[in-house]
T-cell receptor, first 114, second 109 residues
C-alpha cells in the first residue's frame, strides 16, 4: 500500500478563519512533507518532519503552522491567510536514511482564500 | 543551487505520436525519479532510476538515466489522451526533493 490520504479535498476560507489540513500514511515512513503548488508550477517544499521532529522549515510565514502528532499523521494549521496563499497543498512521505528513497504524495487539498 | 531543467516546457501532440521529455542538470545524482501529475491531483511516482545508463520500461514509457547520471529522458511511444499531464523529474537530496521545471503534455484525440 503506497497511499497517502489528505483531507479535506477542497477548502475555502476567509482571511480571518482558522482551519487545518490533515495528512495520513500507513507505510511506516518516518519522514513527512508539506508542499505548496501554484498552477502550472512544480511543488515547492514548505516543511519536513523526520521522526516526528521538524527538520526543515523553508522560511514559511508563521501563519502556516505544522504539527506531527505521531509517525502516521501530519497536520498543517492555517490562520490569517492571504489570498496569495491559495494553492494546492500536497503532503508526502518517505523513508529516512541513506540510499534511494522515494516520496509518495497524497491527492492534495485545493485551498482558496477569500 | 542544484537545478533540474526540463524540456520542452509544453508539448501538444496528436494521439499515436511519439515524444521525448528531457531532464538535465550540471550535477551528478545518486538517483532520479519521474512523476506524472494530473490537474488537481498529487504527483504519482512512475519510476526511479539509479544506475548510469539504466533503461526502465513501463508499458509505453521508456526511462533512461544518462551514463554520467546528470540527465534523464522519458520517451512515450504511441501517446494516448490518458498520458496528458504534468511530467516532473526529481532527485532526492538529504530530506529534500528538488523538482524539475516540469513538462506539460497534452495529447489530442
Amino acid at each position: 500500500d503506497t497511499e497517502v490520504t489528505q483531507t479535506p479535498k477542497h477548502l475555502v476560507m476567509g482571511m480571518t478563519n482558522k482551519k487545518s489540513l490533515k495528512c495520513e500514511q500507513h507505510m511506516g515512513h518516518r519522514a513527512m512533507y508539506w508542499y505548496k503548488q501554484k498552477a502550472k508550477k512544480p511543488p515547492e517544499l514548505m516543511f519536513v518532519y523526520s521522526y516526528e521532529k521538524l527538520s526543515i522549515n523553508e522560511s514559511v510565514p508563521s501563519r502556516f503552522s505544522p504539527e506531527c502528532p505521531n509517525s502516521s499523521l501530519l497536520n498543517l494549521h492555517l490562520h490569517a491567510l492571504q489570498p496569495e496563499d491559495s494553492a494546492l497543498y500536497l503532503c508526502a512521505s518517505s523513508q529516512v536514511g541513506t540510499g534511494v528513497y522515494e516520496q509518495y504524495f497524497g491527492p492534495g487539498t485545493r485551498l482558496t482564500v477569500t | 543551487t542544484q537545478l533540474l531543467e526540463q524540456s520542452p516546457q509544453f508539448l501538444s501532440i496528436q494521439e499515436g505520436e511519439n515524444l521525448t521529455v528531457y531532464c538535465n542538470s550540471s550535477s551528478v545524482f545518486s538517483s532520479l525519479q519521474w512523476y506524472r501529475q494530473e490537474p488537481g491531483e498529487g504527483p504519482v511516482l512512475l519510476v526511479t532510476v539509479v544506475t548510469g545508463g539504466e533503461v526502465k520500461k513501463l508499458k509505453r514509457l521508456t526511462f533512461q538515466f544518462g551514463d554520467a547520471r546528470k540527465d534523464s529522458s522519458l520517451h512515450i511511444t504511441a501517446a494516448q489522451p490518458g498520458d496528458t499531464g504534468l511530467y516532473l523529474c526529481a532527485f532526492s537530496g538529504t530530506y529534500k526533493y528538488i523538482f524539475g521545471t516540469g513538462t506539460r503534455l497534452k495529447v489530442l484525440a
